[in-house]
């Protein structure tokens, strides 16, 4: 494809990351807009264990036995003349290491909010890893079926707690049971909350007045929202398309996801402001940009067992730069070794269909056979690319592994490697005898790690916990076997590094004081 061919394709790409708290919403809202691109005919939820809907982007039988969301998915579909890459992230912080990686592979963010509960711990550090990216940041405040907090108290609460500008795109007229529905700045009108039916939208006339609806101009609510709107258009931020581009101002949206209210209202401004595939850097500082025809992207996640009939393992890219088309040789730049392209899919949470053609922004999912590694950058044409390293957490939480039934021992060891390539949980292995180790930042993780060994490896196994300790590698030509004691374990990892696991700081105090000339790193 020519770059005068590419630009136009490139340009109609949105590719966005949803992120909240627990229970704000986001898989439910990820779920309506969905709807909204044809992908599904009803919109499922988290918490649709009675009812059977589940929502399609929480596809894991975990996901759906626990109503939570563990893993961030995939969806892509078409809607408004523009493609559509959806990455919903699971909320829950035991697994802020696959979403923070996923924020590297997206042009913007969408934080869902619950009202009734404003800012939560885990929005705040989500919102942060934006912040520091410059990532555009739009708001939708949920679940405005429900009583909640004051209008103006919630984006109070964005600007002094997130050090953000908020720019309120809509008002609401009452909450809860007295929900009339919302004033729309953007647009100019009123778009009446009918429960479960289709929003009524009321065009307002110069004066801020509904034309031909006399109901609505008498409702004491209505008037309590203008005099709102119109204190925010006297005392409140101006709107800034620049500072919006640059995740200095984040548009405010109020609706409920659960009962598809402001959702589509909110969706089609997100479309007019979200910003299209954006440059890449690489290690060396170079830019790319997503127009260059030298097709380049990253992989930012492993999941195995997508389909476990098959025990496949695929590999998510995030494309930077020019097209992919099936069949291209590329080149892995962590090993130089030239991989053709032959089997590549789109995706639409566990279900896939083969994709022929991507350009930058787009998602696609590389079948694999233990090639790729999460951080990999792969290309095509001459002259190497290495894109920025990816976000990696030295694990705080550690557990003993071992297979229940020694019988299944290939079982266990084919999950144990196929699971840990997934990044979720690292690795380690006791020096001396090479027991299995395992370690994470939340201990939610290994209760999944466990029930996946179990329901996709038929490998039932033992979890000893260790508790929390400190991981500090040393370099091996200062590694003596001796300086290991029941205070600071001595462990391989997955590279065959040697580390120490301190039980607590003031053993790790006690080390640095007997070993002075050992340098101890945090890293990975």
């Known amino acids: 494809m020519t770059n005068q061919k590419l630009a136009p394709e490139v340009e109609s790409r949105r590719t966005f990351a949803i992120i909240s708290h627990p229970d704000a919403g986001k898989t439910t809202i990820t779920e309506q807009l969905l709807l909204f691109g044809g992908v599904v005919r009803e919109a499922g939820t988290v918490k649709a264990r009675k009812s059977g809907n589940f929502a399609k ?37 035991d697994f802020s290491e696959d979403t923070y990686r996923t924020l590297m592979a ?59 500008e908020a720019y309120p795109m809509n008002w609401p007229i009452g909450m809860g049971k007295t929900l009339t529905g919302i004033y729309d700045r953007y647009n100019h009108r009123v778009e009446l909350y009918n429960h479960d039916q289709a929003s009524e939208l009321v065009e307002l006339d110069d004066n801020d007045e509904p034309i031909n609806h006399a109901e609505l101009a008498d409702d004491q609510q209505f008037q309590e929202s203008r005099d709102s709107v119109e204190l925010l258009e006297m005392a409140g931020n101006e709107f800034d398309e620049a500072k919006i581009a640059a995740g200095d101002q984040t548009p405010v949206f109020f609706g409920s996801a659960l009962v598809n209210f402001g959702v ?15 440059s890449h850097k690489t290690q060396e500082g170079e830019v790319i940009e997503p127009t260059d025809d030298k097709f ?28 992919f088309e099936k069949g291209m040789d590329v080149t892995l730049a962590r090993t130089e070794k030239k991989i053709r392209l032959s089997n590549v899919t789109e995706f639409m949470a566990n279900t896939r269909e083969n994709v022929t053609t ?14 790729f590694q999460i951080g990999d950058t792969i290309y095509n044409g001459k002259g190497q690319i290495n894109f920025e390293k990816l976000p990696q957490f030295t694990p705080e939480l550690f557990v003993r592994v071992a297979a229940k039934n020694v019988m299944k021992q290939k079982s266990f060891h084919k999950g144990i490697q196929q699971l840990v390539q997934e990044g979720a949980v690292q690795l380690y292995t006791s ?8 370690g994470a930042v939340g201990q939610l993780q290994f209760e999944v790690f466990q029930f996946r060994m179990q329901n996709e490896y038929n490998s039932e196994i033992t979890i000893e916990p260790m508790g929390h300790k400190i991981a500090r590698w040393i370099d091996p030509e200062q590694l003596d076997e001796r300086m290991s004691s029941s205070r600071n374990l001595l462990v391989k990892d997955i590279n065959g590094d040697p580390l ?13 004081n007997k070993y002075p000339d050992v340098n101890l790193t945090a890293k990975l």
């Open 57 to 93: 982007s929480d596809w894991m039988e975990i996901e759906q036995k626990r109503g939570i969301s563990v893993t961030s998915s995939v969806m892509q579909f078409d809607y408004a003349g523009k493609r559509i890459n959806i990455l919903d992230t699971p909320g829950h912080e």
């Open 106 to 164: 997206v042009d913007s963010a969408v934080m869902v909010i619950d009202s009734a509960k404003g800012i939560e711990p885990q929005t705040k550090k989500l919102f942060q890893i934006c912040k520091m990216r410059g990532i555009p940041i739009f708001t939708f405040m949920n679940k405005l079926d429900r009583d909640g907090r004051d209008p103006m108290d919630l984006v109070d609460q964005l600007e002094e707690v997130l050090g953000i």
């Open 264 to 278: 589509k209202t909110f969706f089609d401004a997100y479309l007019n402001f979200a910003p299209a595939p954006e």
């Open 296 to 323: 380049s992207g990253f992989v930012f996640k492993i999941q195995a067992n997508m389909n476990p009939n098959h025990r496949d393992r695929i590999a998510f890219v995030r494309v930077c730069s020019g097209e």
């Open 358 to 371: 991507a350009v930058a922004g787009d998602i696609i999912g590389l079948y694999d056979t233990g090639n």
């Open 431 to 438: 020096y001396s005898t090479n027991d299995y180790i395992l």
């Open 500 to 512: 120490f696991l301190f039980e607590n700081e003031f053993a790790e105090r006690w080390f640095a």
